[in-house]
């Protein structure tokens, strides 16, 4: 039997891709400090003091509970009860996890993969964090296009054809997406009817799509305001003006593959964003550094959560938390397909 009949083989690819590509946002990083000198990135990190702590947790701490509030509206639309204590509890495990652990999706995993443990429900649960996160992420790339279409950036005179492509590729998803069969028995066809039926109920519901675009409003709002913050530890006085679009790109930056715990990419677009805006690209990697430390302390009560509620006990599902409703065409998704998707 050959090797990817075993599934060995795509195994094995998966695995090397994850080094490869955690290893690159290690050696960018690493490059980027050999190249630009690591005074001002050393210089930067000890200027973080107890104000900028004391905000950082602040913001941290209204972001978690923009993603608990967002996690709960989409969840509970699905048909799975989540209290909005346990999912602060969740989200801020999630984000300790994603700020230490490479890849910076497997705290969403394990969040997702615990709720629907404890609900009965795993392909719902994982479902339900694949769609909120994904609305997270949208709203993130509205917001950026339309604030970098409005402030000066070195990305401004491009943004008019990217969006332009942008808007004609989703259009013409949804085409054909809408062109898919829906009925039938095949696993695609179920998977199409269940993936209208999240989003309609989950997204674009009249009691769940404003609670989710004023979370995910909410939540971009505060990684912004702490990376405002971190460039102004880093010593950098810039006006805000010009500030929040280099900011914007390099959260975008965030969202590519090639990172650990969030370094890699992100420092690589803040040196390129901060250079061509004039206030160097050493400046821009201090501000990205200083920003992933911050996010680091900002994420610290999940560490505690991890700890208090980690135990095996706390593993075991409990009545009160099974599903109250079963939506029609849900099927179970794998954990893995979380990653992908978020």
Request: hydrophobic share 55%.
């Amino acid at each position: 039997m050959s090797p990817d009949a075993t599934g060995t083989s795509p195994a094995r690819a998966r695995t090397a891709w994850a080094w490869v590509s955690n290893l690159g946002g290690v050696a960018l990083v690493g490059v980027l400090l050999w190249w630009l000198g690591t005074g001002p990135a050393l210089a930067g990190l000890r200027r973080i003091d107890t104000p900028a702590v004391l905000g950082a947790l602040a913001l941290g701490a209204l972001a978690a509970l923009g993603c608990a509030w967002r996690w709960r509206l989409v969840a509970e639309a699905l048909g799975i009860r989540l209290p909005l204590g346990t999912a602060v509890a969740d989200c801020y495990r999630a984000v300790f996890l994603n700020a230490t652990l490479p890849g910076g999706v497997l705290g969403d995993v394990h969040r997702a993969v615990r709720h629907g443990r404890k609900a009965g429900d795993l392909g719902r649960a994982v479902r339900a964090v694949v769609w909120e996160r994904t609305a997270g992420q949208l709203v993130q790339v509205v917001l950026a296009v339309v604030l970098l279409l409005a402030l000066p950036s070195p990305v401004r005179p491009y943004l008019p054809t990217v969006t332009a492509v942008a808007v004609t590729v989703g259009l013409a998803l949804v085409v054909l997406v809408r062109a898919l069969p829906r009925s039938g028995p095949s696993r695609r066809a179920r998977a199409l009817r269940a993936a209208v039926a999240d989003v309609r109920a989950g997204l674009l519901g009249r009691r769940t799509g404003p609670g989710v675009l004023l979370a995910s409003t909410v939540v971009v709002g505060c990684h912004l305001a702490t990376f405002v913050l971190a460039a102004r530890v880093a010593g950098v006085t810039a006006p805000l003006a010009v500030l929040v679009p280099l900011t914007l790109l390099a959260l975008l930056a965030m969202g590519l593959p090639a990172n650990v715990a969030g370094f890699g990419p992100r420092e690589g677009v803040a040196a390129w964003a901060f250079g061509a805006a004039g206030l160097g690209a050493a400046e821009g990697v201090a501000t990205a550094l200083v920003y992933g430390a911050l996010v680091l302390v900002a994420a610290l009560p999940g560490a505690a959560v991890l700890v208090l509620r980690g135990r095996p006990s706390a593993l075991r599902g409990r009545p009160g938390d099974r599903t109250v409703g079963n939506q029609g065409g849900s099927s179970p998704v794998p954990a893995a397909g979380l990653a992908g998707s978020a």
